[in-house]
């Protein structure tokens, strides 16, 4: 119903995923080196779970769950999902109402509208997302081993990002 | 146009109707956040409650230290967010107790009756010790929508450019601040050269202890 190929079946609008920018932890990292992802493409709903050992790119739209834990999930800018999602990696271009659980990262584009929680050990949020829910990073103790988030210098843990010479007196503001 | 007290970064003003892009502001000291965020509140795997839009350096920053930040854009009003009862419903799925709250400067585009609603309810999410950070403009007009900040660094924010004109603003002297603030002490107040007061309140505290 949703695998690659399905573009060819009539009526049914082209539906090549989109390439993941560069970074991402999808173009990063793919399971099944050259292997493309399997697509859900825009004219097409499903309503239960997905499962599946590939990669995953949801064009179309989703009502239930997305379990696909050792795999990349894209959901693309016409994406729609009402489901939790869980993967190795979850990059969020389009709608989603539930919540979203990346075993390695998830990254919410520009585009993305996300209604839900969001847990991983790297979360990007990019500016221009709408993004309503909350962000888990881990327990306490696991986030000395965390990689820094994206576009940002690494930090120790429970310190501070220095600023050398920050000795202004109250009232004082930057010119 | 340049003003005293503040320092523009990014070269691009946003049109009228245009997003502001990322960068782009004025960049000011911020006394207020730095102490938001210094002692214990700051520690690794707090929770922070972000009332401001999802900003990538905000989140890349807080989630540095906080186990938990969670994200109700309050300042969205066309979505309802600030005015009228919009807050209630954002707020709705949030569960605290936080150990840290970023209102912003949510609380000049509610009346009395929805501020202190706002405030009751932020109350309600945090435990005692937690803090509450949050600029008022004290000079005579303010932005028409509420700003978005841009945290640079733990006492720097980039005030990015509202392409939404001005408006007339709410007077909001400090002793009306500590008043609206029921359940939380004003710790402490920074008035900035450019004519925002940052105030830093803890809660489960009702004493008025109003500084500078």
Redesign the interface.
Known sequence: MWKKGDSDEPGVPDTTPPRPPAGSPAADRSPRGAREAAIIGPSITIRGDVTGDEDLTIQGRIEGTVTLKQHNVSVGPEGRVDASIHARSVVVEGEVKGDLHGEEAVVLRKTARVQGNVQAPRVTVEDGARFRGGIDMGEPSTVADKAPAVRREPAKVGEMPPRPGSTAAPGDART | MSR????ESGATTAADGA?PA?GAGE???S?GL?AA?AGRV????CRVLDLG?????N???L???????????LSDSDSGGAGGQGWRE?LA?A?GPYDLVLLWDILAYLDRTQASGLVGRLRSLTGPGAVLFLLINEGAEMPARPRVFEIR????LLYRPCPCGLIAAPRLPPADVARLLAGFRVD?S?????GVREYVAVSGQCDVDH??
């Open positions: 005293p007290g503040h320092r997003q990322p960049e000011h000291r006394l730095k965020l700051a520690r690794p795997g839009p999802a900003v990538e350096a989140v890349a920053f989630t540095r230290f906080a186990g938990h930040l969670s994200i109700a854009d954002r799925t569960v660094d733990e006492e720097t402490a920074y008035l900035l050269r450019h500084n500078s």
